[in-house]
């Protein structure tokens, strides 16, 4: 991932002295280099993110106006890709959590956008959230904290071999020609991070299913945890 780029870049700078005044060089060198380095800077903020301490900034965060906020920011490409998208959350709670906006942001991010590179060719991205109380894995909850919120995310996308579902959170682990494996580990971590689970299910050729549980906040908790 980070060899490609650099190719790339070294080419066009060996390439300048001799083709600086050709129409046409200039336009693609401006183009293509600051492309290539953007990508190799993405990579190594996914590779920081992913060895560093996590700095996180917690306060009361609504998960479903995260998952909003997240749709808008791929509402249009979804249209693009002709992705219909449906979102249920439970209305008669408030989807409370103790969290960092950002990292959960980011964790969400990456959710919409393997959904929507798992169907290239269209389909239905169907997310709900609500509030359950039974989980089928164990974790302690604190004082503070009042069962958990369940999101899923449910595509009709190429779908996950049975062979390939036990890694799709390892680093570098990835089903597609493209891409650095490093979205779904970021989000485990940080659902993980949160005191939450991710886990998910998929039949080849027929989608994929995310489940994301977090610890839900008390609406009656205070600012401290």
């Known amino acids: 991932e980070i060899r490609n780029p650099l190719s790339a870049i070294k080419t066009f700078v060996q390439l300048l002295p001799r083709k600086v005044e050709k129409p046409g060089f200039l336009e693609k060198f401006q183009r293509t280099v600051p492309r290539e380095l953007e990508r190799i800077n993405r990579l190594i903020e996914e590779l920081l993110q992913l060895a560093r301490e996590p ?82 894995f164990e974790r302690k909850l604190s004082q503070n904290q009042c069962g958990w919120i369940r999101m899923t995310f449910k595509d009709t996308g190429v779908g996950i071999s049975a062979e390939n579902i036990k890694d799709i959170f390892n680093p570098f682990f990835t089903t597609k020609d493209t891409g650095t494996g490093l979205g779904l580990a970021i989000t485990h971590k ?19 299913c995310f489940f994301v549980y977090l610890p839900a906040l008390r609406e009656s908790a205070g600012v401290s945890q």
């Open 55 to 136: 700095k996180y900034c917690f306060d009361m965060v609504d998960v479903g106006e995260l998952v909003q906020q997240c749709f808008e920011l791929f509402e249009e490409n979804l249209a693009i890709s002709k992705i219909g998208c449906r979102i249920e959350m439970a209305a008669q709670r408030a989807l409370l959590v103790w969290g960092d906006r950002e990292q959960l942001t980011k964790a969400l991010y990456n959710l919409f956008l393997n959904a929507e590179q798992a169907m290239p060719n269209g389909g239905e991205l169907a997310i709900e959230i609500c509030r359950q109380a039974i989980v089928p």
């Open 190 to 208: 940080v659902v993980t991070e949160h005191g939450g689970h991710l886990e998910a299910t998929s039949q080849k050729g027929e989608g994929t």
